[in-house]
């Protein structure tokens, strides 16, 4: 009968040693700080990345001021307890395809309650259920 576990008695000694578990915590400290660097880079330098307007559409039909404030509205109707609908919606009516991609850029990235940064895609899709991004989709075409 065989025995279960590593058949390689270098490999056994090794992980068993208190030289080998040194080496085995070095090496997954390493790895740590390796994937917390990657993460913070990406983070930092590859963050937020901006839409540019598609030139199959119609040109956007609002102004960079007009799309500032649009975000800034529905930011401060989806920060907090509860996400105000009826505010988001109201500000995403009557926007055209590049005039979306406009208020989407003015957004960009923002910090939510739980300290994560979300662009507008990914806090209405956190904030409401189904049935309200059904609607928002009816307005916005593409994005959700």
């Given at each position: 009968?065989?025995e279960?576990?590593?058949?390689n008695?270098?490999?056994t000694?090794?992980l068993?040693?208190?030289e080998?578990?040194?080496l085995?915590?070095?090496?997954?400290?390493?790895?740590?700080?390796?994937?917390a660097?990657?993460?913070?880079y990406?983070?930092i330098?590859?963050?937020?990345?901006?839409?540019?307007?598609?030139a199959?559409?119609?040109?956007?039909?609002?102004?960079?001021?007009?799309?500032?404030?649009?975000?800034?509205?529905?930011?401060t109707?989806?920060l907090?307890?509860?996400?105000?609908?009826?505010?988001?919606?109201?500000?995403?009516?009557?926007l055209?395809?590049?005039?979306?991609?406009?208020?989407?850029?003015e957004?960009?990235?923002?910090r939510?309650?739980?300290?994560?940064?979300?662009?507008l895609v990914?806090?209405?899709?956190?904030?409401?259920?189904?049935?309200?991004?059904?609607?928002?989709r009816?307005?916005?075409?593409?994005f959700?």
């Amino acid at each position: 009968m065989k025995e279960k576990g590593l058949g390689n008695p270098v490999i056994t000694k090794a992980l068993t040693s208190p030289e080998g578990q040194k080496l085995g915590l070095t090496v997954l400290k390493v790895v740590l700080i390796a994937t917390a660097l990657t993460v913070a880079y990406y983070k930092i330098f590859k963050g937020f990345s901006q839409i540019k307007e598609d030139a199959r559409y119609v040109p956007s039909n609002i102004t960079t001021t007009q799309a500032k404030a649009r975000a800034e509205a529905i930011y401060t109707a989806l920060l907090g307890v509860g996400a105000n609908y009826t505010t988001v919606e109201n500000n995403l009516t009557g926007l055209n395809h590049n005039g979306f991609i406009k208020v989407y850029n003015e957004f960009e990235e923002r910090r939510s309650s739980t300290l994560t940064k979300l662009n507008l895609v990914e806090w209405l899709q956190d904030q409401f259920n189904e049935a309200d991004i059904v609607k928002l989709r009816f307005l916005i075409k593409g994005f959700f």
